[in-house]
């Protein structure tokens, strides 16, 4: 595996576990200030302020984490123009993942660095499907997905601004 092809994994896993986190922290927050401050200043006074302070703390760490996700995220997306993974069913436990990934070579020849397209393939489990995967295909039978990793990251990235 060239070194691009490595940072560029390695980024984008970095990107996909703290994005989960980021995406769904706004909700969180929500949730507290709706439900779990009030309950606490109504039934337990005493230790509300340190439940406020846990959150505050929280909303530091995940702040800081929302930062570098997009800052990770501007950095690959500067050089991954596009990726799409495919899924296609082999047998009704084997499913063969195709990932296209798009990228600038950054060979410093010229000003228009050469674009180099990277394919990987691997067998995957009915079991190691999203699970979006799955259900689409138990109610639809359809054997075969698309998705552009690029674009749903760029949404995720909008959401948790």
């Known amino acids: 595996m060239d070194p691009i092809t490595g940072l560029l994994i390695g980024a984008i896993g970095l990107a996909l576990a703290a994005t989960a986190t980021v995406v769904f922290w706004h909700r969180i927050l929500e949730w507290g200030e709706k439900n779990v401050f009030p309950w606490f200043e109504r039934h337990l006074p005493t230790i509300a302020p340190y439940v406020r302070k846990a959150f505050s703390r929280i909303d530091n ?30 047998t009704s436990n084997t499913w063969v993942q195709q990932v ?12 228009k660095p050469p674009v180099k397209e990277i394919r990987t393939e691997q067998e995957v489990s009915w079991d190691d499907l999203p699970e979006d995967v799955r259900k689409t295909f138990l109610r639809q039978q359809q054997s075969s997905f698309q998705k552009d990793v690029t674009e749903i990251r760029k949404q995720e990235m909008v959401l948790a601004s």
């Open 100 to 111: 296209t990934s798009w990228v600038i070579e950054n060979s410093g020849y010229n000003n």
């Open 61 to 90: 760490v995940v702040t800081s984490v929302r930062r570098t996700v997009k800052e990770a995220w501007n950095k690959v997306s500067q050089y991954l123009l596009k990726q799409v993974v495919e899924l296609n069913r082999q």
